[in-house]
Every structure is written in C-alpha cells, then in structure tokens.
C-alpha cells in the first residue's frame, strides 16, 4: 500500500525562481537563503520519496477569472511549466501521476470533498519553485508530482479547519491505494508577506514563529484560525498560510519536526520552511 | 449567511484592499486585459499602442486611465488584483518588489532596505485607527 510519511513546507516567492535559474545563489543577497534548504535538500535526497502531492496556489497562470475552482487536483501526466509573463522557467516538465491522482479525486469526493479534476494545466512558480528549492537543477524531477492547486487569490479562500480536514482525507485516499509508494505532501506559500497597497511589505516574524511552532504543538488550534487574523497579522498574502494546513492534516496528529528555516526577505516575503514527519 | 457583514472587518485592515467578489465583478475586464499580456503577441501590440488596445476591453475610462498612468493602486481600487497587475508591470519589465516601492510611496532603496532590515512591523498597522494616530 502507498504510505505517506512525511510533510514539507515551504514558501514559492518568484524572485528564488528567477535567482536559481539566473546563477544567482551565492550572491550575498541570496546565499543565506539557499544555505538554509542544504540540510533539507540531503535529507529529501536520502528519503526519495516517489511521489509528492504538492499543495500551492496558481498565480493568474493557468486559471483566470474565467474559472476559479477552490481545490483543483492535476491527474495528468506531465504538466508544462507556465509562461509568467517573462517565459516559461526552464526547468524540467513535471511528471504526474495519474493512477494515484485519480484515485484521490474520487476518494475524496466520495468523502465530500468535491474538488475539481484537472487534466490540462501549466504550472507557475507556485509549484516549479519548491522543487527547485529542494531538488536544485536537476535534468529531470526525481520523483512523480500530483500538483493540487487552491484559491487563495479570490476571496474567500477555503478555510483553514477545511484545509485541515481536506488533508486528513488525502491521507485516508493515499493510503487505501494499492501500490507500494513512498508519498510526501508539501504545503507551499506564506509566510508574512503583503504584495499590495500601502500597507506592502509587512512581515510578522512573531506571527510566523508561532504558526511554527503550532503546526506540532497545537494544529487544530491553528487550523480555527480565521482569515481576518491571516490579513491583519501576516498581511494580504500571508493568506497563503492555509495550504499549509492541507499537509498538516495529512500527516498525523503527533508529528516530529525533523527541520526549520526562517529568513527575511525574499524579495518582499518572509520565507518559511519546516519538514514534519509521522512518528511511525 | 449573509455574503456582506455590515461592517465589513476587513476594512478595518489599513493600506489593504481584499480581492471580494464584488471587486472581482468590478475588475473583470481590466484584470482580463492583464491576462492578455502573458501572450508575446499582445505585449507587442499593446506596447506599441496602449490606449488603442485597451479599447479591446470593456473597462471604465477609469479603469483605462489607471493603466495608461501606471496607477497601481488606483488599479487596485478599481477591482484589480496584484496577480494580473503582475503581467503588466511585468510587460514594463519591473519586478514585485519595485512596484511594491511605489504603492507604498517609498523610493525603490528605502523600500529595499526596510526589506531587509526585517519589513515593515505588524505593530502600528493592524487597525486604520492606528494610521489615523500617527499622524
């Protein structure tokens, strides 16, 4: 049976996008950045997981105003990196896996959770920048990618506790599968960061410390946390947070956290990244 | 439940516009003429006429005059959301950060530096009254 064993989290900021495919890295700007994922870069590269599920948001690139599905589950094969604006990134085509992501989609629709099926979709820096932070510049992705992506650009977003309770039932789908396969899910956004208006640049490194802190200490406390407190404290797109607590729900209600790191700034976004694994 | 709650509590966020339903409804055209410029085509086409090409889209004049000026938060105002503005400020070739500057009123080498030096501080900008007393 598939089993999933651990949760990754992760900001997907651009401009770390643009820095590793433009050679960046060790320039004094970003090399505290990319020092902070080494530890996480070896310890996926000993786990080689088979497949990720991989939790972010679409940036305007595959879906528009013309449709805005809250939780949508790619079951594709592959699945092309977007054309932002500036071209697409040139990093390898992700692989899916289409037996695994369809036999999510129905289990969890027959579990009430009636996302939407996805089986042409480009994808943008949201999902191309975790990889690269984890895997580097590979030819080729080393493992399978289901991408789940959710609104949380047109208000309201899901909310956290349903974020929370959608994970749990990714969980129960992944592990009624029948193939032996090592799955992770990775939550990806956040922390603190406002794009927009005035009020642009906020960071809250007190706020992040705590979301933190409670992804092992108290999930479900977070998991109540309503989308004003998000806005307020960890700014507009700070919102991004609650794809977060799709992986926490996935994993069980005790978790180890094996890694963290936090710095300030990528760009005008504080980066967050914690690995949690199940105790089993 | 009712969709507006009077008063909405997000207004209370000072300096933060959320993307509801009734802005989405409001910035439609002008967000959908943002998405036309993923396209190499368009870029050219609108770069070498903007107002000419923005008659293609049924927005306000308002609207049109917001892009014409490069008024991101009138943009903002106006129903646009900062993911579509990002095709056309990347059209312009500026990145997030640099117009992030502008909307907030800074020059590009203060905003970086509060950047680095940790953002800005939720402290002092979480309620309108707390822009209101400082001043």
Redesign the interface.
Known sequence: MAKLVAGVATSHVPAIGAAIDLGKTQEPYWQPLFKGYEPAKKWIAEQKPDVIILVYNDHASAFSLEMIPTFALGCAAEFLPADEGWGPRKVPVVKGHPELAWHIAQSVILDEFDLTIVNNMAVDHGLTVPLSLLFGQPAEWPCQVIPLAVNVVQYPPPTGSRCYNFGKAIRRAVESFDQDLKVMIFGTGGMSHQLQGPRAGLINRAFDTAFLDNLTADPLGLARMPHIDYVREAGSEGIELVMWLIMRGALDEKVREVYRFYHVPASNTAVGHIILENEA | MPLKVNPN??DD?????????QR?RQG?HL??F??S??KPDN?AAFKADEAAYLQKFPMTQAQRDAVLKRNW?GM?ELGG????L??LF??DGK???QV??I???SSQED?AN???N?????DG???KKEWQNRG
């Open positions: 509590p997000f966020i000072p300096g933060t516009t959320l993307f509801d339903a989405s439609y967000n959908m943002c998405m410029l993923m870029r938060n903002i959301n900062i993911y579509f990002a095709k990347s059209t990145s997030f950060q992030a500057a909307m907030t009123g905003y509060m950047m680095i940790g953002g800005r501080s939720a900008n979480r309620s």
